[in-house]
């Protein structure tokens, strides 16, 4: 049986009759315009500004950070350390160093170093006295800085360390000597004496100034047995 289809209805028809039929059916071509990512973003920031969380939306930018070399972040001039070097073992006026710059520019890292050095020779002799030996340098410094300022000197605590910390180079120069000449107990003393002599005239010839007038002898002294209780630390006598 067969209907005549009117306008909107559907035709049925026989198994038979559909069996023929074939076909296709195209999509049609939709397209929704949702807007480019450019708008969409800009209201999305417009929203957050009209009610209050335009903060979301800062980006900060990353500061180019200046890498500097490790001894300039550090402080550490290895040129300015070894002149000093070259002044407190030279500490003769007429070779012509500039030897207040070990007084007047202070450093810590370079007076460390020789202190540190100095233990390390002193491990050789006892090993406990590492730890007095830099002890020593800081008490000691501070002995030394307090009986200046007491004296009418104008001097501070970072002067003084550096300096005293810094004169211990004749000590550590004459510790190889005395290994060789351990044995000879005359020349050993005359070397002792030597490197004591030569240390404290390099700190007393940079922290003793005119400003003492006639109480030279009240800070020469202190140092020179200070310098004393250094070498004794070293030798175990």
């Keep these: 049986m067969q209907f005549s289809p009117t306008n ?11 069996e023929e039929l074939s076909g296709t059916i195209d ?62 073992l030279m500490p003769m006026p007429s070779l012509g ?23 390390m020779i002193s491990i050789y002799g006892q090993f406990r006295v590492v730890s007095w030996i830099i ?14 300022r007491v004296l009418g000197g104008e001097v501070s605590y970072g002067q003084v360390l550096g300096v005293i910390g810094y004169s211990l180079l004749p000590l550590i120069v004459i510790a190889p000597v005395l290994l060789i000449t351990g044995s000879f107990d005359i020349v050993s003393t005359l070397i002792k004496l030597g490197g004591v002599f030569w240390a404290a005239y390099s700190a007393a010839s940079l922290l003793v100034g ?19 209780y250094f070498l004794s630390l070293y030798t175990g006598v």
């Design 8 to 18: 909107g209805d559907f035709t049925f028809v026989s198994s038979t009759d559909a």
């Design 27 to 88: 999509a049609p071509d939709i397209k929704l315009n949702m807007g480019s990512d450019h708008s969409r973003d800009a209201y999305a920031a417009t929203f957050l500004r009209q009610r209050g969380y335009g903060w979301l939306l800062e980006v900060e930018e990353d500061e180019a950070e200046d890498t500097k070399p490790l001894l300039e972040e550090l402080d550490i001039d290895l040129k300015d350390i070894y002149y000093k070097v070259r002044c407190v």
């Design 97 to 119: 160093f500039n030897r207040q710059v070990v007084r007047d520019n202070p450093d810590f890292w370079g007076p460390l170093a020789v202190v540190l050095l100095f233990s």
């Design 135 to 148: 002890t020593i340098w800081i008490f000691g410094s501070l002995t030394i800085f307090l009986l200046a």
């Design 210 to 228: 005119d400003e003492f007038k006639t109480k030279k002898p009240l800070l020469i002294y202190p140092i020179f047995l200070l310098y004393i």
